[in-house]
């Protein structure tokens, strides 16, 4: 009943972030058969390459001249990274146990605020797991119908990526959870540090938390970014036992 | 088992905005008993009810339900196993419906009562698929009291349940606490600020100010020892000073001098007569009047 809990907080926000991802990762299909025809034009036009803008969109036309490489830069490097990102936070927002809404109510059953806090984080975390690796198996799946192949072992490996690195945003809007009884304050924070550090990594080229999600070393030399990795489970990991901590001494 | 359901001592929470919510609360709560809680507002009721279920740590004293140490995380889960408790706020998963809430509830307790359930949910006509947001407040408490009713637990703590009920409703509560306890044995730890319900069904009561106790006891030797000695003298009363222990407070109105005592009113109404009163009456207090005039000193003596 615990994990039922769990499940009953979190079940809208899973179910839409689910159809929402359905939907868009058909929608990569359906843009490469329109964008195909178009890409071997666009690959003869001059580009401006000494602005940032003109070096991405420069870098985005030579990308999609493979099947591989649009993939890569609509879908992992850019609608399911960030989306990853949103329904990461949003999973993680609301806490295992709210100081308002049934708060009490939770509290007087014989489970301990360990249950509940591991059922909660559990839960979410495999949801997002599901989010970052199911919609995405569209793509193999729908692929033939326009005459190209994905890679299913790709799917597995971009979608490792994004759920180990994004799980940095889940963690910490699980943490913000326990710190304000409100679920918007956790959300919007959250939010507000995902995007300083995404404007930061684009700006200063830094190697952080978006570039392990994107992934680019896996889909340029087929080896994951084993550093990154282990370094955002790490962080994961301690803002959780931070939440952890925080639940434990909290007054309610 | 201990001879006590709940016992404290010297308990005490400062919160971090620096606020003594209990100031050395000592408590002892016979096992069996309805145990009225009294106390004004923010006088510590809900936290002393918060630290006994481990929702609030305490920061100095003891603090034990069934002998175990509510202040140990597995203790307090076999505690909160044992104990059916209904919140102020009536806190309840709004977004579930009745029959959800009570097979929620009802799947962390083995010792769950489904006869009790068959009996509460036709007495207080609880609609079954009705979201519980939907709920008026008095259909609330009465989903909440079911909930802690059926639990099959030794010990119900109740923070409130009677407030904003309608007569009806409140006579509803009323008749089935009191003929749970009487069928079940459970013990009864009611808070509440309805004095007249508490002087009816509690046998037992503790009055609490400003985190500390300041009466408590069986309610029918509390009433015993409580007294008004009513003196009147032939002219202004003058301001007696009584030898006899256990004076509450006085107050002196033109002739007459009103004593309050918790103990000693003979001695004292024998004080008075030797003083020249010319009439020395002995009266029973009402609980509403031991609770008032019990705070009332209590704020006096602090001020």
Known sequence: MVWYKSWLDTRWRFLIGFAILLVLAAGVIVNYSVSATLLPGLANQPVDTSTTAGRLLAEMIQLEQTYRGFVWGQW?????????????????S???ISSSKGGLFTLSMPASRTDWLTARAATGLGEFFILAMVPSLLIPLLSPLIGQHYSVVDVFAHGLCIFVAAAVFYSLAFLLSTMFSDIWRPLLIAIAVACVIGYLEVIFQLNGVFKVMAARRYFESGSLPW?????????????????????????? | MSEFAIETSDLRKTYSDGADALRGLTLQVPAGSIFGFLGKNGAGKTT??????????????????????????????AIRRRTGFVSEEKDLYDSMTVQEIIRFTAAFYPTWRADFETRYRRTFDLPADRKVKKLSHGMRTKLALLLALCRGADLLVLDEPL?????????????????HVADEGTTVFLSSHQLADIDQ?????????????IVSGALDDIRDRHRRIQIVFDGDAPALSFRTP????TRREGRVLTVFASGGAD????????????AVDVLPLTLKEIFLESVNASVHAEN
């Open chain 2, 267 to 278: 001695a004292i109404a024998a004080e008075a007569r030797s003083a020249n009163a010319v």
């Open chain 2, 201 to 213: 069904i509690a046998d037992h009561v503790a009055v609490i100010d400003r985190g500390r106790t």
């Open chain 1, 76 to 92: 992992w490097r850019q609608n399911l990274l960030q989306d990853a990102t949103l329904f990461a936070v949003l999973l993680g």
């Open chain 2, 246 to 249: 256990g004076i509450i407070r």
């Open chain 1, 227 to 252: 550093l990154g990795l282990t370094s955002s489970a790490a962080v994961s990991v301690a803002l959780l036992y931070g939440a952890s901590v925080n639940v434990a001494r909290k007054d309610f």
């Open chain 2, 163 to 179: 407030s904003g009920l309608d007569p009806a409703s409140n006579e509803d509560v009323l008749q089935a606490l009191v003929r």
């Open chain 2, 48 to 77: 002393t009810i918060k630290v006994l279920l481990g929702m609030t740590h305490p920061t100095g004293g003891d603090a034990r339900v069934f002998g175990l140490r509510a202040t140990d995380p597995a203790a307090s889960v």
């Open chain 1, 94 to 96: 609301g806490g295992a």
